[in-house]
């Protein structure tokens, strides 16, 4: 089986599954993989708007309704909640709205609100809103990559072009953990 063979026939699933685990990297992906033609760009940006808001849902109750179990208790001792809670104190509904799109914060955000006073029906439509915004935006920067590659480079066999992919996910997330460890000094 081609690796094009793959991509077109699990490929959605997987952002789907991967924008609510992992999030960016996926989604930018799948904007590549739809650059190239072997998905289609508004599937790939609702596959990871549904997943998103699936996942965040899913924290969201595991925090109003399981946070005495061992798996929320650990996330929620994560050292970065007292960020996530202040911010979520100052600003409720515009942290709903943005927490995805703060560098680690994206796991740990919707539990954190899910234990707040946040009505369960104020976080689904905000979250709603959110994650129909996210998930074109970030395939679309994908997109938007693969076609300035493209210019800049010529056409690539896939492979090529997703390793490029990876490693400018790769730098991005460098740069982000480096800006992280010197924003808190």
Known sequence: MSIEHFVEHYGLLAIFGGAGIEGEAVVFLGGVLAHRGLLIYWQVALAAS??????DQLLFFAGRYASGNGWVRKMIAHPILSRVTNLLERYPTGFVIAFRWIYGMRTISPIVIGMSHIPIVKFMALNAMAAAIWG?????????FGH???NLLGRFALEAHLAIAFVAIFALMCAALLYQKYAEK
């Open 136 to 144: 074109p935006v970030i395939a679309g920067i994908g997109f938007v």
């Open 50 to 55: 549904a997943g998103s808001f699936l996942m």
């Open 148 to 150: 300035g590659i493209e």
